[in-house]
């Protein structure tokens, strides 16, 4: 049995029974339970009613925070030729084709996000078990596979604090807020933005229920339930 240190346990106590919090109060609270010596992130947890098994019922997408993730984002990009300047005239801390690839195959993995022309895939594709268990493999459907004329779009979105989400075996998303320093009303129109974004992506193949509970923690707190109706209420205005 693990035991739990007595910072977690007097942050536990501002828990009020097993009741769920409307979105603002649990923000709030968070805050308050907050502990550790560093700045911690808000993260949000849906478990979803689809079946992670199911390919009709895959739940992937991207939100865009408003107020980003309070974190500089390291931006890689592969491409070559027109494109690779283009993306570092656009501001790419990283641009390349075939000596990234061999950098990251050698280990080095100084970077947060990756985006790809369609041109570069092919070279990209062999980085699938190096980037792919870290989340950081150019997708298309993710939004990070993208003609050139478009970098300038996509690194300037990932700057600000573009987020992606995705479906785990266990039906469960997990996605970051941001962090425990940022203003409860900064925080509250990111959640904002994660649950547009995740209703968005409801796949035709769901059934029943989408989002069966919701939970707000920080990196070192213990986990808030959200009031659902409330909750999903902010997908609508």
Do not use: C
């Amino acid at each position: 049995m693990v035991r739990q240190s007595k910072n977690y346990q007097q942050a536990v106590k501002l828990l009020e029974g097993t009741g769920d919090y409307p979105p603002r109060e649990a923000i709030e609270l968070a805050k308050k339970m907050a502990y550790a010596k560093f700045d911690e992130t808000v993260e949000l947890h849906l478990r979803m009613g689809v079946d992670p098994r199911n390919a009709s019922q895959q739940v992937r997408g991207v939100a865009l925070l408003p107020h980003g993730l309070g974190k500089t984002v390291r931006v890689l990009v592969f491409a070559q030729g027109e494109a690779e300047t283009i993306a570092k005239t656009a501001g790419a801390d990283f641009v390349g084709g075939d000596e990234l690839v061999k950098k990251i195959e050698d280990g080095w993995l100084d970077f947060d996000t990756t985006i790809a022309t369609p041109d570069m895939m092919g070279k990209v594709g062999k980085l699938g078990k190096i980037l792919g268990r870290r989340g950081l493999m150019p997708n298309p459907k993710s939004g990070t596979v993208v003609a050139a004329a478009d970098l300038p779009r996509v690194i300037g979105d990932a700057r600000k604090g573009r987020v992606e989400f995705k479906l785990d075996r266990t039906a469960i998303i997990h996605v970051p807020l941001g962090k425990v320093s940022f203003e409860a009303d900064k925080l509250m129109d990111n959640l904002t933005a994660v649950i547009e974004a995740v209703v968005r992506a409801k796949p035709s193949g769901a059934k029943g229920q989408y989002i069966r509970t919701a939970s707000l923690t920080t990196t070192m707190g213990p986990g808030i339930r959200l009031d659902l109706k409330p909750t999903l209420a902010l997908s609508s205005g």
